[in-house]
């Protein structure tokens, strides 16, 4: 997650400068982790893979192109959110209506940073709690814009 919060605060600044190397980073700990990891999550983890590979040739001179490659990225780790509460309990999860291709992304923070839509729009998008598997479903809280 390291790796993946790295690309996700580039993007979020406006920046391809580092993307390859986080994503990278993303693939050689999903690779890293299949051993680990339980039967459920092996399949997410795989997508991962591939996903961080896609990342990793994305055009550094198209953030948009680079932005949709992050949004496979977050597919995949929502997805290993949703299948690891203990793990979801740390990652806040948003989800921008805006965006193009996968609209979700997790973040530590609780503080909103849109690594879709960066300075233009870097609070657009709410909070989604569906990805704490086997806790109460909540309201999605408005923390930014609204559209």
Not at 8 to 22: H, K, M, Q, V, W
Not at 101 to 123: D, F, V
């Amino acid at each position: 997650m390291d790796s993946y919060e790295v690309c996700r605060a580039l993007l979020a600044g406006d920046s391809t400068d580092g993307i390859a190397e986080c994503a990278n980073g993303i693939g050689a700990a999903a690779k890293a982790s299949h051993g680990a990891a339980p039967d459920a999550a092996h399949a997410h983890i795989s997508a991962l893979e591939k996903a961080a590979s896609a990342l990793a040739a994305a055009p550094a001179d198209d953030i948009e192109a680079t932005r949709l490659a992050f949004g496979v990225v977050s597919e995949s780790i929502v997805a290993l959110l949703t299948s690891a509460p203990e793990a979801a309990k740390a990652y806040h999860v948003f989800e921008c209506p805006m965006a193009k291709g996968y609209k979700r992304w997790a973040q530590p923070s609780a503080e909103l940073q849109n690594p879709y839509m960066g300075a233009a729009m870097l609070t657009c998008g709410s909070e989604v709690h569906d990805h704490h598997t086997g806790m109460a479903k909540e309201p999605a809280h408005e923390t930014g814009h609204k559209h």
